[in-house]
């Protein structure tokens, strides 16, 4: 399909789109554990543990690899280094792709002008994908997402290499080799099988010409296809291993096909030898698996689901800890439990017959439309599909589509890469290959079709989601993406039948391909780069290290959910840091074999007593806080336990026993596992280990034992009595750092980071927290990293609250000593706040906190401070007109009457100019936005009053009598307003 004199710059623009993507992608990735998955992936690929349900085997094996190469001293770090290359491989074999369809419909690429337009176009194409905001976001961390994209772009590409060699002899090995890379990615992500369609459809069309018999034959076959995978290989393997057959009736059932697949190949049966010699390359690829069966066997520290037996095993690849998931009825907010609906299981043994589960499925249709469409396509594929192409923004900003998103979350900006020029050209390029080449167009959009609005469809998400998912169809995505090369390609065409002079022809191919490589990749490009550049950012190993030394030693840490834990996993598990804290996920505490594990990970009394006198008491070992025995945690794990609201008295055994109220967690009416395993920790604990709740755990989540908890920095410690809730010595020690902005402001990595340890961080330990390269202007942090910084703010806070409650005692008491001591304390902390969470760095998204700062520093008589806090909150553009008048009045206090004119003037003269458009009636008033009338209509009194009170101070006092007179006209029965008036009146006479 290329001419040989073309080959070199096709490999040399080739090496190209992987050379630059990679260097992008490796500048701006994370510097070591980063949030979400990351680190449970990090932490099991270093010490082969088990992950997460379905498990990812072939990533924990390159995980592990990657781990020991001596590129850089955190592991983490070369860890995510697979994120990058992969990335920037699959970004090199899109290139590739580009220019195998494009050639497709344009023929040999023979002459260089043939080679400009196709290879030109692709680079377009390519590059612009290699910036999109998901795959980007992918490339940079240590996630599966990355090589899953690899995989796909792979098999994409070998079945188009495939179709140019067809006719050759031994074309098939390209088929085998799929066939293995499908078996390979079963071990990172089964996203991969989705390509089944594509390569099918580009078998068909490559040997047969379309009707519509055989193309319906060759859509079953490929369903069959993908039933044989997925259903006979990856989950009915296990089941086999599991039934009658047991694993050597399975083993036995491997090595008949094996066997038959070579009595195929020697018979010379080319298709069914092609077809056994692929199922036995799946299954090659796909004993990747053997790993998270081994080393469960093995009790690693990680052994999540614990699948050490086949009845685990099948669990664990059914995804059973996250329940069953069907695509019908889709999940909207408020859909009825299915009993509730249908009414009990008519079918027997909790079974629900054929028509109660039809029932089910279609119940309230419209509504299950609505949602489907509105949220499940629209704000979860639509909205993504839009961001890479169009542009990513605030919901509420300028320019900006919500798109079904809330105020926290991301719209589509219109504007963000100047126009959606990547947009347009994308879709000039699917219609323009839908007219030269119906059949490879129509196969390309299966490819975008099947990983974006199908999977959408087999996903059934509810709402809400705890994050974005768009990292899940970067397949759909990269398929889009082909298209805007063939528009590229499009343009080139269109150039050379309107311009017939060759050499013009080229130049002007040229200057277009130069400008689109400009204003769209080179745009996004540098539109994207600050939003994805990691290369600073060390918020969660800095606050996972914080939460872990919150805690006494051996202490009992209660967390929610993945960045409460999985970044904490990896700090134990692979840096050491902070071993003896227990990490109790209590999600994961509803589980039978999380319960088991966490009991067995400290010595019961009669081991722990052994232990000490063999150590003579020198090493600090936790006891065991988990009494109970497997049938108890089987009990406790069965279901639901009812619950009414009572008082309950803990721990059983002990002098120093709690009584708190216990109300139902679930539909009112029960407790979950979860909180039953609270309860039942404290009992076994019986105060013999701190037991700490991480802030992150949501009030619901901590069973109603506020009045016993005591905040200690990231987390709350629960106490044997009523705490006043803030330990101010331990906060303290945790929040007020020796360390300045100059250091925080460093990105220590590497061995000067390593070098630091027993002087900045510890692995035993230590109060001091970290927080590195939060005063850094040149870091980005995304809105959801700063909501989760803001738990330090409400620390400093709370502990600056502490210290201005006893100010005020003992300002009270006349005590000055003990009043100057506690006025620089809250000054201190306040201050030390500032220089560790700098507000132009780490917004202070809470304005009614930011006020509470300004009012604080006042109250201890700093009104600069006060000042400059007014000052920066008048700076917001989302100020309610409420806010404007609490400003306003603030000002006053401070005496500065000129700022505080100035706002209420503006105020006053805005209410006047809507009030204006409503009388007027018409147009105008349809302009009017009521929500922002409302607030004018309430704040109104205190907005005229403010102003009086303002004029006076400054002297104005015909201002004041004639504002006061409008006043009266509009309000005549105001008897203080008519007394105020009289007495201006008399004071002027």
């Known amino acids: 399909m290329i001419s040989h004199d073309n080959l070199f710059l096709n490999r040399i623009l080739a090496a190209i789109t992987l050379v630059v993507s990679f260097i992008v992608y490796l500048s701006t990735m994370s510097p070591t554990v980063p949030y979400w998955d990351c680190g449970e992936f990090i932490a099991t690929s270093y010490i082969l543990g088990v992950p997460h349900p379905p498990g990812s085997p072939l990533y924990l094996i390159l995980g592990r690899i990657f781990s020991m190469l001596p590129l850089n001293t955190d592991i983490a770090y070369r860890v995510n280094l697979m994120s990058p290359i992969t990335s920037a491989v699959a970004v090199m074999l899109l290139y590739l792709i580009i220019v195998k369809v494009i050639a497709h419909f344009r023929g040999e690429i023979r002459?260089?002008?043939?080679?400009?337009?196709?290879?030109?176009?692709?680079?377009?194409?390519?590059?612009?994908?290699?910036?999109?905001?998901?795959?980007?976001?992918?490339?940079?961390?240590?996630?599966?997402?990355?090589?899953?994209?690899?995989?796909?772009?792979?098999?994409?590409?070998?079945?188009?290499?495939?179709?140019?060699?067809?006719?050759?002899?031994?074309?098939?090995?390209?088929?085998?080799?799929?066939?293995?890379?499908?078996?390979?990615?079963?071990?990172?992500?089964?996203?991969?099988?989705?390509?089944?369609?594509?390569?099918?459809?580009?078998?068909?069309?490559?040997?047969?010409?379309?009707?519509?018999?055989?193309?319906?034959?060759?859509?079953?076959?490929?369903f069959f296809t993908f039933l044989i995978i997925h259903n006979g290989i990856i989950k009915g393997l296990p089941h086999l291993a599991g039934s009658t057959l047991g694993l050597p009736g399975v083993i036995v059932l491997v090595l008949l096909v094996v066997g038959v697949t070579i009595w195929s190949i020697l018979k010379k049966h080319q298709l069914l030898s092609l077809a056994l010699t692929s199922m036995v390359l799946i299954l090659v690829g796909y004993s990747s698996y053997a790993l998270i069966f081994i080393r469960s066997g093995q009790d690693p520290a990680i052994d999540e689901n614990n699948p050490e037996n086949i009845p685990a095993a099948i669990s664990y690849l059914e995804r059973e800890q996250y329940g069953e998931i069907g695509q019908f009825p889709r999940r909207y907010k408020g859909l009825s439990a299915k009993h509730e609906i249908v009414g009990r299981p008519a079918a027997g043994r909790n079974k629900y017959s054929s028509s109660q589960n039809r029932k089910y499925m279609f119940y309230n249709g419209s509504k299950q439309w609505d949602f489907f469409w509105n949220y499940q396509i629209r704000k979860m594929y639509n909205r993504y599909f839009l961001w890479q192409f169009a542009g990513r923004g605030p919901s509420s900003g300028d320019y900006t589509t919500a798109m079904g998103a809330n105020f926290r979350e991301d719209g589509v900006y219109w504007l963000q890469f100047g126009l959606p020029l990547g947009l347009i050209l994308g879709l000039i390029g699917m219609v323009h290959h839908f007219r030269k080449d119906w059949n490879i167009g129509f196969t390309v959009f299966t490819l975008f079709f099947v990983i974006g609005w199908l999977l959408i469809l087999y996903l059934n998400q509810d709402n809400p989601q705890p994050r974005e998912r768009d990292y899940s169809y970067v397949g759909s995505f990269m398929a889009f993406a082909i298209w805007i090369g063939v528009g590229s390609a499009a343009i080139g065409e269109w150039i050379t039948q309107y311009i017939k002079k060759p050499a013009v022809s080229r130049n002007a191919i040229i200057t277009a391909l130069v400008l689109q490589v400009i204003f769209i990749p080179g745009v996004m490009l540098k539109a994207n780069y600050s939003q994805h550049d990691r290369s600073g950012n060390f918020v969660?190993?800095?606050?996972?290290?914080?939460?872990?030394?919150?805690?006494?030693?051996?202490?009992?840490?209660?967390?929610?959910?993945?960045?409460?834990?999985?970044?904490?996993w990896y700090l134990q598990e692979v840096e050491g840091i902070r071993k003896d804290v227990t990490v109790a996920n209590l999600s994961l505490l509803n589980t039978p074999w999380y319960i088991k594990q966490l009991r067995d990970l400290r010595p019961t009394d009669a081991e722990y007593n052994k232990l000490i006198e063999e150590r003579e008491g020198i090493e600090n070992i936790g006891r065991r806080f988990i009494k109970v025995d497997d049938d108890d945690i089987r009990n406790i794990t069965a279901g639901l336990t009812r619950w009414k609201t009572r008082e309950v008295t803990f721990p059983v055994k002990s002098e120093n026993q709690i009584t708190w109220t216990v109300k139902p967690t679930f539909a009112k009416q029960a407790l979950k596992v979860q909180d039953m395993m609270i309860m039942q920790i404290i009992n076994d604990a019986n105060w013999k280990s701190p037991i700490y709740f991480a802030v992150t755990v949501s009030p619901g989540n901590r069973i109603g034992l506020e009045e016993y908890l005591e905040m200690e920095g990231l987390a709350y410690r629960l106490r044997p009595y009523k705490t006043r809730g803030v330990n101010a010595d331990r906060m303290e020690l945790h929040l007020m750092t020796d360390l300045g902005s100059d250091t925080w402001q460093k990105g220590l990595v590497g061995k000067e980071w390593e070098d630091q340890e027993g002087t900045m961080w510890f692995r035993s330990p230590h109060e001091k927290y970290l927080f590195r390269n939060l005063g850094n202007e040149d870091?980005?942090?995304?809105?959801?990293?700063?909501?989760?910084?803001?738990?330090?703010?409400?620390?400093?806070?709370?502990?600056?609250?502490?210290?201005?409650?006893?100010?005020?005692?003992?300002?009270?008491?006349?005590?000055?000593?003990?009043?100057?001591?506690?006025?620089?304390?809250?000054?201190?902390?306040?201050?030390?706040?500032?220089?560790?969470?700098?507000?132009?760095?780490?917004?202070?998204?809470?304005?009614?906190?930011?006020?509470?700062?300004?009012?604080?520093?006042?109250?201890?008589?700093?009104?600069?401070?006060?000042?400059?806090?007014?000052?920066?909150l008048m700076e917001r553009n989302d100020n309610t007109v409420r806010h404007r008048v609490e400003y306003a009045q603030s000002y006053m206090e401070l005496e500065d009457f000129d700022t505080s004119l100035t706002i209420l003037e503006n105020l006053y003269n805005g209410y006047n100019s809507i009030e204006a458009k409503i009388l007027a009636g018409g147009r105008d008033r349809k302009n009017v936005d009521t929500k922002v009338w409302n607030q004018y209509r309430k704040n109104y009194p205190d907005i005229v009053s403010h102003l009086i009170i303002n004029y006076r101070k400054l002297d104005m006092e015909d201002e004041a009598m004639d504002l006061l007179t409008s006043w009266l006209e509009r309000n005549p029965k105001d008897k203080e307003a008519q007394k105020l008036l009289k007495e201006m009146e008399s004071g002027a006479g």
Not at 544 to 568: A, K, M, R, V, W
């Open 111 to 222: 002459t260089r002008q043939d080679a400009i337009i196709a290879f030109g176009a692709a680079f377009v194409g390519t590059m612009t994908f290699a910036f999109t905001d998901s795959h980007w976001f992918n490339a940079v961390e240590a996630e599966v997402y990355a090589i899953s994209t690899f995989f796909t772009a792979i098999v994409v590409w070998l079945i188009l290499h495939w179709s140019d060699r067809a006719d050759e002899q031994g074309s098939e090995r390209y088929i085998l080799i799929i066939a293995y890379m499908f078996g390979l990615a079963i071990g990172v992500h089964i996203l991969n099988l989705l390509t089944l369609p594509f390569i099918a459809l580009i078998i068909y069309f490559r040997k047969m010409e379309f009707e519509w018999k055989t193309f319906f034959i060759t859509t079953a076959i490929t």
């Open 540 to 568: 969660a190993w800095d606050y996972s290290y914080n939460l872990l030394q919150s805690c006494e030693p051996n202490g009992i840490l209660f967390t929610n959910g993945d960045n409460d834990t999985f970044p904490l």
């Open 779 to 872: 870091v980005h942090y995304n809105s959801q990293v700063i909501r989760l910084l803001q738990n330090y703010r409400s620390a400093y806070m709370q502990l600056a609250v502490h210290h201005f409650m006893e100010f005020q005692k003992s300002q009270a008491s006349d005590n000055e000593e003990s009043t100057a001591i506690k006025k620089a304390k809250v000054e201190e902390v306040l201050d030390e706040m500032s220089e560790n969470l700098p507000e132009h760095t780490i917004h202070m998204d809470n304005r009614d906190l930011h006020y509470q700062v300004g009012r604080l520093y006042y109250g201890v008589g700093n009104k600069e401070k006060f000042s400059s806090v007014l000052d920066e």
